[in-house]
């Protein structure tokens, strides 16, 4: 279980990274912030679900 939480931590801060905020990120849009976004809703769904 601590393997899963540390897995959904580094995703929730890749996430925050990819935000098109900073300026080294605006040129890329919301592309990666949402293709780790979906990711991150899979993983909580799969936790949730008992199967990860």
């Known amino acids: 279980m ?6 959904i931590s580094v995703l929730i ?7 098109p905020a ?3 990120s ?3 849009g919301y592309g990666p912030s949402g293709i780790v976004g979906v990711v991150l809703v899979v993983l ?4 949730l679900m008992g199967r990860l």
Do not use: D, E, F, N
Not at 2 to 7: A, D, E, L, Q
Not at 44 to 47: C, E, G, P
């Open 26 to 28: 605006r040129s890329w």
């Open 44 to 47: 909580m769904v799969l936790l």
């Open 22 to 24: 900073w300026p080294h």
């Open 2 to 7: 601590p393997i899963t939480t540390i897995v």
């Open 13 to 19: 801060l890749v996430l925050i990274g990819a935000v």
